[in-house]
Nanobody, 115 residues
Framework: QMQFVESGGGWVQPGGSLRLSCEAS????????MGWFRQAPGKERELISQ???????YYITSLKGRFAISRDNAKKTLYLQMDNLEPEDTARYYC?????????WGQGTQVTVSA
């Protein structure tokens, strides 16, 4: 069964940075395309960034190059470096297979951006 443990969230002021981590209990982690999802208050969860098994990366337009996704296959860990954070980035962040996530979600990690 797939399990994900996200960490690294917190409160930051606009313009600040955070680095999220996700430890995945996937037997063949290296073979999966993985992604970061986020769910803002009152909104549906959305895929915001994806990295393929070949390390090709994708981002939604609104991230404007502020975020960087990466992976460490040896550690079965996914990362999201978030710079120049904006209040609109406030959400709970999750990782999962992408673009089609598995049904098992982790607890996520909360990111709050405010002055």
């Amino acid at each position: 069964q797939m399990q994900f443990v996200e960490s690294g969230g917190g409160w930051v002021q606009p313009g600040g940075s955070l680095r999220l981590s996700c430890e995945a209990s996937l037997r063949f982690f290296h073979a999966y395309s993985m992604g970061w999802f986020r769910q803002a208050p009152g909104k549906e969860r959305e895929l915001i960034s994806q990295i393929t098994a070949d390390n090709i990366t994708y981002y939604i337009t609104s991230l404007k190059g502020r975020f960087a996704i990466s992976r460490d296959n040896a550690k079965k860990t996914l990362y999201l470096q978030m710079d120049n954070l904006e209040p609109e980035d406030t959400a709970r962040y999750y990782c999962n297979r992408a673009p089609s996530p598995s049904t098992g979600w982790g607890q996520g990690t909360q990111v709050t951006v405010s002055a």
